[in-house]
């Protein structure tokens, strides 16, 4: 039996090997995330246990008192062979929500603190070669007051809701443990289309030596060297990064059109008999603002059109996948969307390998974050323990990102804000450390306070809420004109983030402001804020940036039937609200959109309704009965008709003028 198990394990490593030899001839990585047994902290048995696969959370379905925060045991069982004795073994865990401990063979390894970054321990020490070996791993999403965030809008799902893998590498080695980053840097300092300067920066592990070399090669797209260099290291600390500087003559630079990837080899020791190699790749590009309130890559103004995005989906919760995630960037795409926010922490590393080979730019969020609804809600203790989670979770989500050139800004603090402890030392704190971890990228905040708080990071995106849940939709153009006058706030670099909740089924003859805790949110009510704010937003065009509230919708158990449903598409991530259709007329002119608004209000009392169409194919022809009746322009890609009557059950057809693009909807007048 022993040599059957044996004989299976080695069938699955060779068969992945030829994709990790890819990436290093040196190291083997090996996919764990079959084999589990789950079962929770309070069932004793665990003959009982579950048999799950990886992604894996205990939260999928997101209904109203299902959400369940409390611990679970992870147990897996894997032969370590005999041949691996002078190997180092190691285990990488994407992401576990939020705190996890790791034991092998019983043994004590470690624990993390934290759900949105990934994480390393050494097993070495730990496992019994030529048998097998028990993992387990406790992970709870238990309510604590030392891991951010403290309060959140997302439900923190709980699991082991991302890959796990065996690494299996050589003594010597260029480290994994660096905040569970790849232990490989590249630090831009100067970069221009005449010249980019910097650094590889290198974090190593060694057991064996004391001092070898170094060398690093940037290989371009088109598989030519571009620069090399080697170095002599002696002293050899996991603490201290070795720098390798380098420049590069004319280099080709990243941008959201021209996405060119540099390959960057790190070897370590000698390069035809390497003690270890790791493959990285970045791009070049530099983020700047303008004083006129522009963010820019290489110096060119970039229109943001940006939109949040959740961590979880209908029938997954948060174990979601790389095909998910493909899906979800198609759609963003699809809508015109050019830059991503993550909600709270950041996505699996695989998102932002996307934002860079497609062209899409990403702010990452670290952890400290505030539900904006509960005024009692405490999101931050004056206390070591706290603040020293936040100093270690914004350093695993700077380094676990750093090389991504899609990447363009650190997320400091979402909606953080309470009253008692002052934060704004804190949040100085985490800017700073922010700053000497990375020079290279701005930091920014989502604020929708006022005061100093706004003026820390050194951008920041506002959600007020001005002109929809406060005052009226002509506010909106007041508020922007004292943000453009007042001395002090004309001088912030500010975006603008705005979203009203909205529901297909949920319906409405007359739109009206919601109440708090409403729990009817008709979808016509989400439109007209997004119509209505988008509008005066672009002709005030003081915001560096523009971003939705939400791409999709989420699980929330703070909000009316457990969901935050403010998306631009259902949490099933294929139905698509009507303010989805706005935005994609507005801002993707590649893809013609047609789109009757209000096709799901098929039950209506009046014999005269209003219809808005979107079009980016120009003004539409809405045909009513055989008639055809013109519509006029209310904003950009945005048309209506008045007093369009309708009869019993009549079919609204919109087209446009070279009727090549249709629409159609039917409606029904009831009384």
């Not at 403290?150 to 082991?160: F, K, Q, T």
Request: negative net charge; glycine residues 8%; charged residues 25%.
């Amino acid at each position: 039996m022993r040599y059957i198990k044996y004989f299976i394990l080695v069938a699955v490593l060779v068969m992945s090997t030829f994709v990790a030899e890819a990436a290093s001839p040196t190291r083997e990585n090996y996919n764990l995330n079959d084999g589990w047994r789950f079962f929770f902290a309070d069932e004793l048995d665990a003959a009982d246990a579950d048999h799950v696969t990886l992604p894996h959370t205990w939260n999928v379905e997101a209904e109203e008192g299902g959400y369940l925060r409390t611990t679970a045991n992870y147990l897996r069982d894997i032969f370590i062979p005999a041949e691996w004795q002078g190997k180092r073994l190691f285990v990488r865990f994407g992401g576990a929500q939020s705190v996890a401990e790791l034991f092998v063979n019983g043994k004590y390894v470690g624990e993390h603190h934290g759900g949105f970054t990934a994480f390393t321990f050494e097993v070495t020490d730990f496992v019994r070669y030529g048998q097998e070996n028990h993992l387990r791993v406790i992970v709870s999403n238990n309510q604590r007051n030392d891991v951010l965030p403290l309060s959140s809008d997302v439900n923190l799902a709980g699991g082991i809701y991302r890959d796990v893998e065996l690494m299996v590498t050589p003594e010597n080695i260029i480290s994994p443990l660096h905040y569970g980053s790849d232990g490989v840097f590249i630090e831009q300092r100067e970069v221009s289309r005449e010249k980019a300067t910097g650094a590889v920066k290198v974090y190593l592990s060694a057991k064996s030596i004391d001092h070898t070399t170094l060398s690093m090669r940037f290989v371009g797209e088109d598989g030519y060297e571009v620069v090399s260099r080697t170095v002599k290291v002696s002293k050899i600390s996991p603490d201290r990064a070795i720098e390798i500087p380098f420049e590069i003559l004319n280099p080709q630079l990243w941008s959201l059109d021209k996405r060119v990837m540099y390959r960057v080899e790190v070897t370590l020791g000698e390069v035809k008999n390497p003690l270890d190699r790791l493959v990285v790749y970045t791009g070049l590009r530099t983020v700047s603002v303008t004083d006129d309130n522009k963010l820019c890559i290489n110096g060119v103004p970039v229109e943001v059109r940006g939109v949040s995005l959740p961590h979880d989906r209908e029938g997954y919760g948060t174990a979601i996948t790389r095909e998910h995630l493909d899906e979800d960037f198609a759609m963003m795409r699809d809508m015109g969307v050019n830059a991503v926010r993550s909600i709270v922490g950041p996505h699996d590393g695989y998102l932002y390998d996307l934002c860079d080979k497609q062209g899409m730019l990403a702010w990452v969020d670290m952890p400290f974050a505030r539900y904006e609804h509960a005024f009692a809600d405490i999101c931050y203790y004056p206390t070591m323990a706290l603040r020293n989670n936040g100093f270690e979770q914004l350093q695993e989500v700077i380094a676990q990102n750093y090389n991504h050139p899609s990447v363009v800004m650190w997320g400091i603090f979402s909606l953080a804000w309470q009253r008692g402890d002052d934060i704004l030392g804190y949040v100085g704190e985490l800017n700073d450390l922010a700053h000497s971890l990375d020079a290279s990228r701005p930091t920014v905040s989502c604020s929708n306070s006022d005061g100093a708080i706004n003026f820390i990071t050194d951008l920041v995106v506002l959600r007020q809420n001005v002109g929809w849940i406060k005052g009226s939709i002509e506010d909106v153009d007041i508020w922007c004109e004292q943000l453009s006058s007042n001395k002090s706030w004309s001088s912030l670099r500010c975006g603008v983030a705005y979203g009203e909740a909205g529901v297909r089924g949920h319906n409405t003859e007359r739109v009206e402001r919601a109440s708090r805790n409403t729990r009817h949110l008709p979808e016509r009510r989400q439109s007209e804020m997004h119509e209505r704010y988008i509008e005066q937003i672009d002709e005030a065009g003081i915001f560096w940036g523009v971003w939705l509230d939400n791409m999709f919708d989420y699980a929330s158990t703070r909000r009316a039937y457990g969901m935050n449903m403010a998306g631009m598409v259902e949490y099933n991530h294929k139905d698509c609200k009507d303010a989805y259709y706005l935005y994609r007329a507005r801002w993707n002119k590649s893809v013609p959109t047609l789109h009757i608004a209000d096709g799901g209000w098929r039950d209506r009392r009046d014999t005269l309704q209003t219809v808005d169409v979107y079009s980016s194919v120009g003004e539409p022809l809405l045909v009513v009965g055989g008639e055809t009746i013109p519509t006029r322009r209310v904003g950009e890609a945005h048309y209506r008709a008045d007093s369009v009557v309708v009869h019993g059950t009549t079919t609204i057809h919109a087209t446009d003028e070279s009727r090549r693009h249709n629409h159609s909807v039917t409606v029904r007048v009831v009384r």
